[in-house]
């Protein structure tokens, strides 16, 4: 990839989403820029680009702009030869592919303490930016289809894949 194409990832620390994007750049092997932006809008650095787009990661490839963490994903993987697009699964590794992004991708979320969940968030964004957060994602979050799992249910979800 051309150095003016290098993958650029606007993201923060503590996401989730973030994290499946910068273990698939490393995973590829792909040099990237990172830039680090706030947890919570407004992100300046994003906003003069795409008009207070609110999610996070976005990966940037030159000119070009991925809002989507799984689109962002086949897109790296048409650059390295590490990374399989999702339209080039088998239907067994689709199947697998979508239980690990949709039942235990939040498995693992669910099964997190919330007292360390939380202490990691107070730590990076202090008090009032806690409450900001948690009342911007509960919000967010309102009228979700997400299916919320009990710890005991997220470990056994996550057990059966091992």
Do not use: N
């Amino acid at each position: 990839m051309p150095e003016s194409q290098t993958p650029i990832l606007y993201h923060y620390p503590v996401s989730p989403y973030s994290e499946k994007l910068r273990l698939a750049l490393g995973m590829a092997g792909i040099q990237w820029g990172s830039v680090t932006v706030p947890s919570l809008p407004p992100r300046p650095v994003l906003d003069a680009f795409l008009a207070g787009y609110r999610r996070i990661p976005v990966l940037q490839i030159g000119a070009h702009f991925y809002c989507d963490s799984a689109l962002a994903f086949d897109v790296l993987a048409e650059v390295s030869d590490r990374l399989t697009p999702a339209r080039r699964l088998s239907a067994t590794e689709e199947s697998l592919r979508q239980h690990a992004e949709e039942r235990i991708f939040f498995a693992v979320i669910a099964a997190a303490s919330p007292i360390s969940v939380l202490r990691l968030l107070a730590q990076d964004l202090g008090p009032f930016g806690l409450f900001r957060f948690l009342k911007d994602r509960s919000l967010m979050m309102k009228g979700s289809t997400i299916e919320k799992l009990s710890r005991r249910d997220a470990d056994s979800a996550q057990l059966k894949i091992l």
